[in-house]
């Protein structure tokens, strides 16, 4: 489904971001990892593409004294967005750098 959609922004001008996302935690667990990876695709006029990405692999350990919950699932993909739009900034110019929109 990523490469399929990632393929499919390709064939449109203009720029877009494709993510995929993985996270592997036992329920009330403490220990897991998570997988980030924001791929931005830019397709100008003359249809040159320009593909940018950014990746980021982690183990977790949770410290609280709480487990793994769709919350901390939440707070570790947004911090992992975060880290990727900040990433892809230092690589693209700032009109195709993806944004995140909180709503």
């Keep these: 489904m990523f490469q399929t959609t990632l ?6 001008s203009g720029a877009s971001a ?3 996302k ?3 935690f036992r329920v009330d667990g403490k ?11 830019n397709v100008d006029k003359s249809y040159k593409v320009t593909v940018c990405y950014a990746y980021h692999h982690i183990d977790q350990h ?5 487990g793994f919950t769709m919350q901390t699932a939440d707070i570790t993909l947004d911090w ?5 739009c900040k990433s892809l900034a ?14």
Excluded: W
């Design 90 to 103: 230092t690589m693209l110019p700032s009109n195709l750098v993806p944004q995140l929109i909180y709503e």
């Design 7 to 12: 393929c499919h922004n390709i064939e449109f």
């Design 31 to 41: 220990n897991g990892t998570a997988t980030y990876l924001l791929v931005a695709t």
């Design 22 to 24: 993985q996270l592997e």
């Design 62 to 66: 949770i410290l609280d004294h709480g």
């Design 80 to 84: 992992m967005r975060v880290k990727s």
């Design 18 to 20: 494709t993510e995929f």
